[in-house]
């Protein structure tokens, strides 16, 4: 199954995060106390340990969170200040955007905040977060249904906030390749996906908790929270503002894309009340054709250690050729 590449830029920070999608409760800064970041505070709904479900034989609670002073993956130490980041990678921790009660809070509404996670999910009931690198992405067509998210797309839904993603471009044979599932040849030139208007590039993901059984209860590094990138099919249609050489249509670039959220759907998809997977699939629907922008830019993104606004520069031509 071809999958994207898994890098994307995020350079607003919580102040702009915060007007664009109506954030209460945000990133605790470096200079705020460990407390104020405990997961007591804001992670801990009042409907903890409210459902189970069976897998390979184990009991599994899927809605179980960090308890009293437990410390969530994003509180387990001073995170310093958060920074734009022109190169993210599968593991690195992520702004994301959810919606979740607080602990103690007199309204038991959904609170919607701004979090700290790892790209990479480790389901519930995994054994240890090894593969979590290997699930940076799910797919709309059986996110509902697979063991590792239909639990957390039912209930625990989020936004991963980006300028736009990066994808290689590796030409119409190793495109057809991949699509069949065979191993395709080197990356080539990279193409940097952006919406045409400069908005936000909302992408649909899922959120989950993940507990170490190997630390005792109150460890700081006790309880990992995690996320997955919701994929979809490419559009195939002209993009909005097409490179002056090269592919026309995001489909010519690479056969996935992540599902990008209009904001008339962010209310009803962060929303966790609503769980009924025949509503929530709709909501998958890919958005409006003709949004987007693509362009080269420099092979330097190819290698994760390079970070900087440089990595946007659009480029005249392709630096690496492809095929056509």
Same mark, same amino acid.
């Given at each position: 199954m071809a999958r994207m590449c898994g890098r994307y830029a995020a350079s607003r920070g919580p102040e702009d995060l915060a007007g664009i999608f109506g954030i209460e409760v945000g990133v605790p800064s470096a200079q705020e106390s460990q407390e104020s970041q405990q997961p007591n505070a804001s992670w801990e709904s009042q409907e903890t340990h409210d459902s189970q479900e069976t897998h390979d034989s184990?009991?599994?609670?899927?809605?179980? !969170?960090?308890?009293?002073?437990?410390?969530?993956?994003?509180?387990?130490?001073?995170?310093?200040?958060?920074?734009?980041?022109?190169?993210?990678?599968?593991?690195k921790e992520v702004l994301v955007v959810l919606d979740r009660p607080l602990k103690d809070a007199a309204s038991p509404r959904p609170v919607r905040q701004l979090r700290r996670l790892r790209w990479g999910l480790v389901p519930s009931w995994s054994r240890s977060p090894e593969g979590a690198a290997r699930m940076i992405n799910a797919r709309a067509e059986t996110v509902h249904e697979k063991p590792a998210y239909r639990q957390a797309f039912a209930t625990r839904r989020c936004i991963l906030p980006a300028d736009g993603y990066y994808e290689?471009?590796?030409?119409?044979? !190793?495109?057809?390749?991949?699509?069949?599932?065979?191993?395709?040849?080197?990356?080539?030139?990279?193409?940097?996906? /952006?919406?045409?208007?400069?908005?936000?590039?909302?992408?649909?993901? %899922?959120?989950?908790?993940?507990?170490?059984p190997t630390l005792p209860d109150g460890h700081p590094r006790s309880w990992w929270v995690t996320c997955s990138v919701i994929t979809t099919e490419a559009e195939t249609a002209p993009l909005a503002v097409p490179p002056q050489e090269g592919p026309r249509? %995001?489909?010519?670039?690479?056969?996935?894309?992540?599902?990008?959220? /209009?904001?008339?759907?962010?209310?009803?998809?962060?929303?966790?009340?609503? /769980?009924? /997977?025949?509503?929530?699939? !709709?909501? %998958?629907?890919?958005?409006?054709?003709?949004?987007?922008?693509?362009?080269?830019?420099g092979t330097a993104v190819s290698n994760v250690r390079n970070n900087g606004p440089e990595l946007l520069k659009e480029l005249s031509g392709p630096e690496e050729g492809t095929l056509f």
């Open positions: 184990q009991e599994l609670h899927d809605s179980q !969170e960090p308890q009293g002073s437990q410390k969530s993956q994003e509180a387990r130490e001073d995170p310093g200040p958060l920074v734009p980041d022109y190169n993210v990678a599968p593991t290689w471009d590796t030409g119409r044979e !190793e495109r057809e390749l991949e699509v069949e599932g065979r191993r395709k040849r080197a990356r080539k030139q990279p193409y940097f996906v /952006t919406p045409a208007d400069g908005s936000v590039f909302a992408m649909a993901g %899922l959120y989950e908790f993940w507990r170490d249509s %995001l489909a010519d670039i690479h056969p996935r894309m992540p599902l990008m959220l /209009t904001p008339d759907r962010w209310d009803a998809w962060l929303d966790p009340r609503h /769980t009924d /997977t025949a509503e929530l699939r !709709e909501l %998958l629907a890919p958005p409006p054709e003709g949004l987007m922008r693509a362009y080269p830019v």
